[in-house]
């Protein structure tokens, strides 16, 4: 089984930056691909950025140019830069793995932006 845990969401203002941290344990070599999912109040979850093993990176519209999902290899932890932050980008952010078992989620954390 794998585990995650992440870190470095809080509080920021429009147009500063944030980055998050997603550090998976247990069984890391089941891992096919690593995402960060949001969710804002009231709203469904969606997809923000993946990035496959092969190190093939996917954005949602809404986040290109500004987010860039990474992984460090040693550490077994991804990362996501959030650069020109917006409102809109307040959300609940979940990390999440695919693995050959199923789909593994984090707890989230908050990201919230002021204005």
């Known amino acids: 089984q794998v585990q995650l845990v992440e870190s470095g969401g809080g509080l920021v203002q429009a147009g500063g930056s944030l980055r998050l941290s997603c550090a998976a344990s247990g069984n890391i070599f089941s891992i096919n691909s690593r995402s960060w999912y949001r969710q804002a109040p009231g709203k469904q979850r969606e997809l923000v950025a993946s990035?496959?093993?092969?190190?093939?990176?996917n954005y949602a519209d809404s986040v290109k140019g500004r987010f860039t999902i990474s992984r460090d290899y040693a550490k077994n932890t991804v990362y996501l830069q959030m650069n020109s932050l917006k409102p809109e980008d307040t959300a609940v952010y979940y990390c999440n793995v695919d693995t050959v078992r199923g789909s593994v989620w984090g707890q989230g954390t908050l990201v919230t932006v002021s204005s």
């Open positions: 990035i496959t093993n092969g190190g093939k990176t």
